[in-house]
């Protein structure tokens, strides 16, 4: 065992120092146990200090060479490894950075094989997949799925103009919402949960499962009323344009039962209640004429506002999808029935607090309370 202050101020110093800087969390251990010995620790103090085996402390005290500071690299280290230059893995983060394409390749991500056989044509350098994703690692890069991005279809002219003519319909709802109401319309499904292949079972025996989707799918269709923050939903078989009509006259009723409980003459509904702004997507069955010319017709106070091509960013009513199938999301469902209640619970009698200041990521946007 090495003697207390066995090292001198100059290995004591350059011990410090990569302690502080090196990359590798295992090299600091061994580091770090021959500052511990050179304080005066014995190993079984510095094994239980550091939470490592006796045996691992009494072999870096004498084969860690605090002049050497490659004898603390672990030997797994050696070979392949090295292969990997730095011009080598400044190539690797240059090419990471950029989309497969660019290369004449038709595939949409690199994966760390992918990598390794691309630079292996270009460098001459042989790595696995397994050393790309370590150096990548060490690089701190993460593999994550990417998000999809809706801009390259997007109308950046007509996002502008609808945002602002939202903005404006929003500072008037919340000014005086008895002249105007906004609701945020929309339509989503909530399945039961996916059955994965892989289960717990007894070793060496496999057990066997399907891999499909549970059967079973609630469809809601409904909207958000954007100064109360007041929901309404309603469990569809699926959308089509009736469907749609249905519900919206559903909600033109509720609407208007609340001009009655407010002491007003339902006589003057159509003339002096306020106007009902619609802000919904371009789903076909939205825009089918004969159900547009019913609309206009028996429900004069609504006001339909599309929103631009793909622009779900700006429907509201998406934080309530995604905080809902949040809150069902490890949730188990015996039916579709039970997992209809829930969702009525849910939606309908106020039992999904959605944090309206969040912001969620849909489609590449942000959606957020404008």
Not at 235 to 251: C, M, P, R, T, W
Not at 279 to 287: E, G, R, T, V
Not at 345 to 354: C, E
């Amino acid at each position: 065992m090495p003697a207390k202050n066995h090292l001198s101020q100059e290995q004591k110093e350059r011990l410090l120092k990569t302690l502080k800087e090196h990359e590798n969390s295992y090299v600091r251990e061994k580091i770090l146990i021959l500052l511990l010995i050179n304080d005066g620790k014995t190993y079984q103090e510095i094994s239980d200090f550091l939470n490592i085996a006796y045996t691992t402390v009494a072999y870096w005290a004498v084969h860690g060479d605090p002049d050497n500071l490659n004898s603390f690299l672990d030997g797994r280290r050696e070979g392949n490894f090295h292969k990997a230059t730095k011009e080598y893995e400044d190539l690797l983060l240059e090419i990471v950075g950029k989309e497969p394409a660019e290369y004449g390749y038709e595939f949409g991500r690199w994966t760390s094989a992918r990598l390794a056989t691309y630079l292996e044509k270009i460098t001459g350098i042989k790595l696995s997949g397994s050393q790309i994703r370590r150096i990548l690692s060490r690089k701190k890069f993460v593999y994550l799925w990417a998000k999809y991005s809706l801009e390259d279809k997007q109308n950046p002219e007509k996002r502008k103009m609808f945002k602002e003519k939202l903005s404006e319909y929003l500072k008037i709802t919340k000014e005086t919402p008895a002249l105007l109401q906004v609701w945020f319309w929309d339509e989503s499904g909530f399945s039961l949960r996916v059955i994965r292949r892989k289960t717990w079972g007894r070793k060496g025996r496999r057990k066997k499962v399907t891999g499909q989707r549970r059967r079973g799918r609630v469809n809601i269709m409904g909207g958000l009323r954007y100064h109360d923050k007041k929901r309404i939903n309603f469990v569809i078989k699926k959308g089509n344009a009736d469907i749609f009509y249905e519900q919206l006259s559903l909600l033109y009723n509720l609407c208007r039962q609340e001009w009655i409980e407010q002491g007003n003459e339902i006589d003057f509904f159509n003339d002096c209640a306020a106007k009902i702004v619609i802000i919904l997507d371009n789903a076909s069955f939205h825009k089918r004429k004969d159900i547009i010319e019913k609309i206009e017709k028996e429900m004069p106070n609504i006001i339909l506002e599309f929103l631009p091509p793909y622009s779900p960013d700006y429907n509201l009513i998406e934080l309530v999808w995604h905080s809902a199938k949040e809150y069902i999301a490890h949730r188990l469902f015996e039916s579709v029935e039970q997992l209809e209640e829930l969702l009525n619970k849910l939606l309908n009698q106020g039992g999904l607090v959605i944090k309206w200041d969040r912001k969620i990521k849909n489609k590449g946007n942000a959606v957020y309370s404008i």
